[in-house]
């Protein structure tokens, strides 16, 4: 059988598990991921290698209504993402109808020459006939080639899934090294999971108003440690001290959580420093987005 390579965007509206999908079928985690929408910014491209093929999986922004710069920013990401594509997976959950959004996005996904696979995710909490009405209503709009029902936090039919990406990705040689899971630097990985963190450890508009910098990354040559110093930028005064949190301790608990995760990710120990800075209406500002949110 010929080798199988090609780049694989996998769209949808925020919040319906695309980096859940990434990531349970690397089996390992390479993009964040949290229950609240718009976690994901720019493009992430992962790297998926077996002896039969290669598919680079392009993780994309969530599909949404932007409400400022910074979220046009995030929605210009995912259509850029859609350039090129081999195959194009769009997800969206069983709901018993076609989503709202769906239906204003999904006439220019039919324009696209790639083949289309819809996944139908979150099955394991679809009710009654909602997930045979999803299916029928998808598969009237004529668009897709195949749908599958899938679950990705439960493992079900994702080998599925796969196999049919496989089968409709073209012929040829691998794009990336073997061992390589993405395309990424370690200052943006670092960076991402740091974000992650504020994610799940703040609230309300906090974690969109946030980004992270990675200053400086060096091994120590005395012992086995690896430094890292990253900053922590937020668009308004009165949220600075949120993150800092009373006496700095939601700063050292999100420096905690990520640095336990990357000494697992990476195998070694850590000392992460965190610093939180601010860069006045930085979401609003272009030139500001485009250094602390782009590619």
């Known amino acids: 059988m010929s080798y199988k390579a090609g780049i694989v965007a996998v769209v949808g509206k925020t919040n319906v598990g695309k980096s859940t999908f990434i990531n349970a079928i690397l089996g390992k985690k390479v993009v964040i991921v949290s229950d609240r929408p718009q976690t994901t910014r720019n493009r ?27 979220s046009a920013h995030i929605l210009r990401e995912a259509f850029r993402a859609l350039a090129g594509v081999d195959v194009l997976l769009y997800m969206t959950e069983a709901s018993g109808e076609v989503d709202p959004y769906d239906q204003e996005v999904l006439p220019r996904i039919r324009t696209l020459p790639c083949p289309k696979l819809l996944l139908v995710n979150k099955i394991d909490q679809a009710k009654g006939n909602q997930l045979p009405e999803t299916l029928l209503a998808y598969e009237k709009l004529g668009i897709f080639d195949e749908l599958v029902p899938i679950s990705c936090t439960k493992g079900k039919n994702l080998d599925r899934a796969l196999e049919l990406v496989i089968q409709y990705l073209p012929e040829g040689e691998p794009l990336f090294p073997a061992d390589m899971t993405t395309d990424r630097p370690l200052e ?31 091994e120590r040559e005395d012992k086995p440690l690896l430094e890292i110093y990253a900053t922590i930028f937020v668009a308004r005064d009165s949220q600075k001290p949120i993150v800092i949190g009373r006496g700095g301790q939601k700063l050292k608990e999100i420096g905690r959580h990520a640095r336990l995760e990357l000494e697992a990710l990476l195998g070694k120990k850590v000392f992460l420093s965190l610093r939180v800075k601010v860069r006045p209406k930085w979401t609003e500002d272009e030139a500001e987005i485009a250094r602390l949110a782009g590619d």
């Open 44 to 70: 992430i491209r992962c790297i998926y290698t077996t002896d039969r093929a290669q598919i680079v999986f392009v993780d994309t922004p969530g599909l949404h209504r932007p409400v400022n710069k910074l």
């Open 188 to 218: 943006f990985m670092v960076a991402e999971l740091i974000r992650e963190k504020i994610f799940h450890l703040t609230y309300q508009e906090i974690p969109y108003s946030t980004a992270v910098v990675v200053e400086e990354i060096r």
